[in-house]
């Protein structure tokens, strides 16, 4: 089955770090860029990192940047979202979502996690 | 940063015609697709590349994008299409992936 599906989400404090996960299956993973998009509840969608296939490319929502490294294993087809110095406004269901060309649209997305940071 | 910018809701009545437009600038240079997420949900691809559609999504729905707007239009309208809709471009100038507001559309 073509899924994606993401973990790792959780309750964690502020200031503290949270490793996600999004294991793919069903295509073939290290065809394709793969992106994390968040969604506060009830917001809208906020793009947050993307990884290039053979992970050369990255690149940050200024929001995150500094704080967040989006990493790939392609031969465990897996997607990794390390979140450091987290922040209340980091609260928000995180997506993992495949990228069908290098600067096209999302075709496949995850169910998501939920991360909550508060004290 | 490149802005998308949506109506926050849009009314319809069931077998109408809804309209979502997504306003930026110049975007009829860009490439637009479009997402529905129902409540609890993910989003779901619906309109790619400014006018088509993935497999299984109805011809009800189809796109257009010029100047400076980005239409999405869902024909014959019903209850369950109701949803929030948004819209994407890739900002080719900083490598990002930009979203509108989005759209709730309510079917009344």
């Known amino acids: 089955e073509v899924q994606l599906v993401e973990s790792g989400g959780g309750l964690e404090q502020p200031g503290k770090s949270l490793r996600l996960s999004c294991a793919a299956s069903g295509f073939s993973f290290d065809d394709y860029a793969m992106h994390w998009v968040r969604q506060v509840p009830g917001k809208g969608l906020e793009w947050v990192s993307g990884?290039?296939?053979?992970?050369?490319?990255?690149g940050y929502a200024d929001s995150v940047k500094g704080r967040f490294t989006i990493s790939r294993d392609n031969a465990k087809k897996s997607l990794y979202l390390q979140m450091n110095s987290l922040r209340a406004e980091d609260t928000a269901f995180y997506y993992c979502a495949k990228q069908k060309r290098p600067d096209g649209y999302f075709d496949l997305w995850g169910r998501g996690t939920l991360v909550t940071v508060s004290s | 940063s490149y802005v998308l910018t949506q109506p926050p809701s849009v009314s319809v009545a069931p077998g109408q015609t809804a309209r979502i437009t997504c306003g930026g600038d110049?975007?009829?240079?860009?490439?637009v697709h479009w997402y529905q997420q129902m409540p609890g949900q993910a989003p779901v691809l619906v309109v790619y590349d400014d006018t088509d559609r993935p497999s299984g999504i109805p011809e009800r729905f189809s796109g257009s994008n010029s100047e400076n707007t980005a239409t999405l239009t869902i024909s014959r309208v019903e209850v369950g299409d109701e949803a929030d809709y948004y819209c994407?471009?890739?900002?080719?100038?900083?490598?990002?992936?930009?979203f509108g507001g989005g759209t709730k559309l309510t079917v009344l």
């Open positions: 110049n975007i009829g240079s860009e490439s």
């Open positions: 990884i290039s296939w053979n992970s050369r490319s990255i």
């Open positions: 994407q471009v890739w900002e080719s100038r900083s490598d990002r992936v930009v």
